[in-house]
């Protein structure tokens, strides 16, 4: 009876830290904002390098912490979930905008002023910068800890690509600020770092389900090859959504009421996220490491 009550205080116990997470996820943009009524800033202020990299690395440890969480059966070693997110924020995020850049660079499709949902703007969206971005981050863990031992049942597709988006998701944050000059108001660019993380995360995470499903499936080569097209191809329109939501708020004068816009993007990234949520349950419940009913 001794296994039961250790296993269902486990249990409790990660819950109790899975919200202490998500407590310090909402602390963050409080504390911000908290900071903004404060000092009684009504303008945006100036972060330095140091200041921008906290803003932007603050949400992804705690989000990575939560996702690590989510393999509750048999979590993954540390090293190797950090590791990953690393490799998302040196190697993936740099080799996707160098990509995009040397495509399609998106100057000339800004200076044609396209409306939200023109054809030529969904294209960019979802086949180059979603594409790419999702390739990126498809690479670093398919060449890397995808060939471990480590990597021994299909929720780990799911842990490892979350970590490695919420690496990707830290570069992109802490780039956003400094495209702005290191100029931002802090609650709106918490709450934006927050919500990026979360979005890229959870585009990852798609993709990661249907690699941890593929790599165990008794399917053969080519249709494991499809099933890996499919993941990759949807992670993408995921990602492009994303982005088309973005284009369609500054379109709309949202730019003007920040956290409206804040607002658009935590819904597309909080519905992509849940479904990966279900999606994870329905693994830990086929899991080979679940402790037998006694």
């Known amino acids: ?35 903004e009524l404060v000092a009684g800033l009504h303008r945006p202020v100036h972060l330095g390098p ?3 990299a906290l803003m932007a690395g603050i949400p992804a440890i705690l989000w990575l912490g939560f996702f690590y969480l989510m393999d509750r059966h048999e979590p993954e070693p540390k090293q190797l979930v950090v590791g990953v997110c690393v490799l998302g924020a040196l190697i993936a995020a740099p080799l ?12 000339p499709i800004e200076q044609a002023n396209l409306s939200w949902h023109s054809l030529d703007r969904i294209i960019y969206a979802v086949l180059i910068a979603g594409l790419a971005q999702e390739m990126c981050k498809y690479a670093v863990v398919r060449y890397t800890v995808y060939m471990s031992r ?34 931002v108001r802090l609650s709106t660019g918490a709450a934006q770092a927050v919500v990026t993380t979360l979005a890229h995360a ?12 593929a790599k165990f499936s008794r399917r053969s080569a080519p249709i494991r090859g499809a099933l890996l097209m499919g993941g990759l191809l949807g992670a993408a329109v995921l990602n492009g959504q994303f982005k088309i939501v973005d ?5 709309r004068g949202f730019a003007q009421h920040p956290w409206r816009g804040v607002g ?3 819904l597309c990234a909080t519905a992509v996220f849940a479904v990966i ?8 419940r086929a899991s080979p490491f679940k402790e037998p009913p006694r």
Request: with cysteine; net charge positive.
């Open 1 to 35: 009876m001794r296994r039961p009550r250790w296993s269902l205080r486990r249990a409790r116990n990660l819950v109790g830290t899975k919200f202490l997470l998500v407590a310090g996820l909402v602390g963050f943009v409080v504390v911000c904002w908290l900071g």
């Open 247 to 251: 284009y369609w708020i500054q379109q």
């Open 96 to 107: 996707a905008s160098f990509v995009i850049a040397h495509a399609v660079p998106q100057v």
């Open 150 to 183: 480590e990597f021994d049942e299909p929720m780990d597709g799911i842990v490892y690509m979350m970590a490695c988006g919420t690496g990707f998701a830290a570069w992109v944050t802490y780039h956003r600020l400094s495209g702005q000059g290191h100029e």
């Open 277 to 284: 949520w279900f999606a994870s349950q329905r693994l830990l």
């Open 202 to 213: 959870s585009f990852a995470g798609a993709l990661g389900y249907v690699m941890g499903r």
């Open 264 to 266: 658009y993007a935590a």
């Open 50 to 52: 140091a200041l921008a």
